[in-house]
């Protein structure tokens, strides 16, 4: 099973500059060893309370960064979102699901202050039992499965992490949530791509392209208990000015 974050960053990587004909521009970072992704996990971790460890903070260290790089890539951010010439901008990560305070909230919105014009915030979810295996696997296949288990109430494989009420919560602050049900989107389409597509305003039918991957195996991690969700950023731009689409 999956969550579809690797299918979407895929696809919107995959299609930068034909996103870019089409009025959409997708902010892409620089991840390891230089190599460039559509997925702003650097980005996120800049707003994601320094006490939580993300399987990112857990595996590697640079997740854990000082203010000041964290400035930097916020300005980065910024300065890309203000010069782009498209109406929509998207910007993606499963990391924006680790929010939940209202520090964490004030610090995302200075970061977005006068650069969108609206923010609309995008969550793609499973059933509660189907997200709880599945992020155990996950955790499994990252290698940090220890020591999340020994990182207590703010473990990222805690009860919090699966409260999909504190999830929209503080999405729907940022402006008109929307959601995608993984389920069913598969079930229509066959895959999750064209239901992203569809939120986005592309009109691209039958082209949702072979992004059924990074699959992952629960058919060991036990009894199903949680709930998937992994905020999505689309940033719309009207009269000069853009929004988001998180």
């Given at each position: 099973?999956?969550?579809?974050?690797?299918?979407?960053?895929?696809?919107?990587?995959?299609?930068?500059?034909?996103?870019?004909?089409?009025?959409?521009?997708?902010?892409?970072?620089?991840?390891?060893?230089?190599?460039?992704?559509?997925?702003?996990?650097?980005?996120?971790?800049?707003?994601?309370?320094?006490?939580?460890?993300?399987?990112?903070?857990?595996?590697?260290?640079?997740?854990?960064?000082?203010?000041?790089?964290?400035?930097?890539?916020?300005?980065?951010?910024?300065?890309?979102?203000?010069?782009?010439?498209?109406?929509?901008?998207?910007?993606?990560s499963e990391s924006?699901?680790?929010?939940?305070?209202?520090?964490?909230?004030?610090?995302?919105?200075?970061?977005?202050?006068?650069?969108?014009?609206?923010?609309?915030?995008?969550?793609?979810?499973?059933?509660?039992?189907?997200?709880?295996?599945?992020?155990?696997?996950?955790?499994?296949?990252?290698?940090?499965?220890?020591?999340?288990?020994?990182?207590?109430?703010?473990?990222?494989?805690?009860?919090?992490?699966?409260?999909?009420?504190?999830?929209?919560?503080?999405?729907?602050?940022?402006?008109?949530?929307?959601?995608?049900?993984?389920?069913?989107?598969?079930?229509?389409?066959?895959?999750?791509?064209?239901?992203?597509q569809k939120e986005?305003?592309?009109?691209?039918?039958?082209?949702?392209?072979?992004?059924?991957?990074?699959?992952?195996?629960?058919?060991?991690?036990?009894?199903?208990?949680?709930?998937?969700?992994?905020?999505?950023?689309?940033?719309?731009?009207?009269?000069?000015?853009?929004?988001?689409?998180?």
């Amino acid at each position: 099973h999956k969550t579809g974050t690797t299918s979407i960053q895929e696809f919107l990587f995959d299609n930068v500059k034909r996103l870019q004909g089409a009025g959409i521009s997708v902010y892409v970072e620089s991840g390891g060893k230089g190599v460039e992704r559509s997925n702003a996990w650097a980005l996120a971790h800049c707003f994601i309370r320094s006490e939580l460890r993300t399987p990112m903070r857990v595996s590697r260290n640079s997740a854990l960064i000082d203010d000041a790089e964290k400035e930097e890539r916020i300005e980065r951010f910024r300065a890309w979102a203000i010069e782009v010439e498209t109406d929509v901008c998207v910007l993606s990560s499963e990391s924006f699901s680790f929010l939940r305070t209202d520090i964490e909230a004030r610090a995302l919105a200075t970061a977005l202050d006068g650069v969108f014009d609206q923010i609309i915030p995008v969550l793609v979810y499973r059933s509660a039992d189907e997200r709880r295996a599945w992020w155990s696997a996950q955790l499994v296949k990252m290698g940090v499965d220890d020591a999340m288990e020994k990182e207590g109430a703010e473990s990222i494989a805690g009860d919090w992490y699966f409260n999909w009420a504190s999830l929209t919560t503080f999405w729907a602050q940022f402006g008109g949530l929307v959601t995608i049900d993984y389920r069913e989107a598969v079930k229509q389409f066959g895959l999750i791509v064209p239901a992203f597509q569809k939120e986005i305003g592309l009109d691209w039918e039958g082209e949702g392209g072979d992004y059924f991957i990074n699959v992952t195996d629960v058919r060991h991690t036990g009894g199903l208990t949680g709930l998937m969700r992994k905020p999505l950023q689309l940033f719309r731009r009207r009269a000069g000015l853009r929004s988001l689409l998180s």
